[in-house]
């Protein structure tokens, strides 16, 4: 076989591997749809796992927010950095409902949410957090979080 040969098909293995891992990378970051009992019970050995999930998202404006689920309750998320600087519209409107008009309330806010995002594992004593992509949906919920439907 002549050096032309050996390096066109050096070039052609270089592609299909090159290939294989763009494939591989892609089916690893595929969103898996979850509920917030199971992950944070699973604790995944993933650094960062694509999500999508529903749960009760509790925030007191100024101190922090949370993530509950009324099936696991003494369980929690909190909520990480945006993920990107620019976000998506989605994730704006529901920053704008929860942040309301906080002078003349100044309750919790309490929304049921269903959420794509990014979890990373905590440590030990942390259950890790959801850093928010996209809001599919949201209400705003009042009194008593344990009694959200939240769909599992």
Same mark, same amino acid.
Request: proline share 5%; charged share 25%; with cysteine.
């Given at each position: 076989m =002549?050096?032309?040969?050996? *390096?066109?098909?050096? !070039?052609?293995?270089?592609?299909? !591997?090159?290939?294989?891992?763009c494939l591989?990378?892609t089916? $690893?970051?595929v969103?898996?749809?979850?509920?917030?009992?199971?992950?944070?019970k699973?604790k995944? *050995?993933?650094? $960062?796992?694509?999500?999508?999930?529903?749960?009760?998202?509790? =925030? $007191? !404006?100024? #101190?922090?927010t949370?993530? %509950?689920?009324?099936h696991?309750?003494?369980?929690r998320?909190?909520?990480?950095?945006?993920?990107?600087?620019? #976000? $998506?519209? =989605?994730?704006?409107?529901? #920053?704008?409902?929860v942040?309301?008009?906080?002078?003349?309330?100044?309750?919790?806010?309490m929304f049921?949410?269903?959420? =794509?995002?990014?979890? %990373?594992?905590?440590?030990? *004593?942390?259950?890790?957090?959801?850093?928010? *992509?996209? !809001?599919?949906?949201?209400?705003?919920?009042?009194?008593?979080?344990?009694?959200a439907?939240v769909?599992?």
């Amino acid at each position: 076989m =002549s050096r032309v040969g050996l *390096s066109i098909g050096a !070039v052609l293995v270089l592609a299909l !591997v090159g290939v294989g891992n763009c494939l591989a990378a892609t089916t $690893d970051q595929v969103e898996r749809r979850t509920s917030m009992c199971q992950i944070v019970k699973a604790k995944p *050995s993933v650094g $960062d796992l694509l999500t999508r999930l529903c749960a009760v998202y509790i =925030s $007191d !404006v100024t #101190e922090g927010t949370i993530l %509950k689920d009324p099936h696991c309750p003494r369980q929690r998320l909190e909520l990480g950095k945006p993920l990107n600087e620019t #976000e $998506d519209k =989605s994730v704006v409107a529901l #920053e704008d409902a929860v942040r309301g008009d906080v002078i003349n309330d100044p309750k919790l806010r309490m929304f049921v949410v269903d959420i =794509s995002g990014v979890y %990373k594992r905590g440590r030990e *004593s942390s259950p890790g957090t959801m850093s928010i *992509s996209k !809001v599919w949906s949201f209400r705003r919920i009042h009194g008593d979080w344990m009694k959200a439907n939240v769909p599992q």
